[in-house]
Each structure stands twice: as C-alpha cells, then as structure tokens.
C-alpha cells in the first residue's frame, strides 16, 4: 500500500508567507495571523511548514489582507488564478485572448498588461461621456 502525502503549497507561496508574517509591523504571532484570516492555527502551522497545499481563495486572500500583502501577490506565488482571474476566464473571448498572448515571452507581458490597462481605463472615461 503506497502512502499518500497531501500537497505541498509552492516554496514561492510558503517563502512571502513567512516573509511577510515575520515583517508585519504588529509582529503577529502564528495564532494571531490564523484567527485574523479565519483558519486554524494548526492548519497555518502545517502550511507552513510545506505539509499542507495551498488554501481556499477566500483564505489566500484573507491572508493578504491580515499581512498586508499587495493584492495578487499571495496567488501569483501559489500559481492559482484569483476571483477576477477567474471571472474573466468565463467570458466568452477569454479562451481565445489567452491563446493569442500564449506565445508571448514573460518579458514582454508587463507591456502588453500596461496597453491593456491603458485601453481599460479610456474605456471607463468613454462609457462616463
């Protein structure tokens, strides 16, 4: 009989955890941090120690909250797609955006971000005329 080992959580995603808890201003403890973000201190514990995989959405994002975290960093690190992401994934084009940026290298994907961002923003100051 083989043993299952529960996933681990990214080293990336455990790093800025423990990064984050060990600079926060308040200098939280592990139980402190936990019952902020609604979860167990066990549970916290074991993450963090790479025994457990990465939360639920509401708890990554309940975590950046407690620890000041910018706002999809926690996620980018646990290589998980957050709420947005998600919703935008639904929309009928998105499947078609993605694959027309796959082939993008990494390095040119904060430019094509500003355009988008650009584009976002004019159309928000058109839809307000």
Known sequence: MTENKPTKAPEKFIRLLKKAMDEHPEELSLRQVAKRADISPAYLSLLL???RG???NDAIRQLEDVLGIPDGELFKAAARPDDQALEFFRK???GSIM???A???NSQLSAVRKLIEQFVEKQK?????
């Open 92 to 94: 009928d084009d998105a």
């Open 103 to 105: 082939p993008l290298p």
């Open 54 to 56: 990465v939360p639920s």
């Open 49 to 51: 120690n790479g025994e």
């Open 99 to 101: 694959r027309t940026l």
């Open 125 to 129: 100051h058109t839809k307000g005329k």
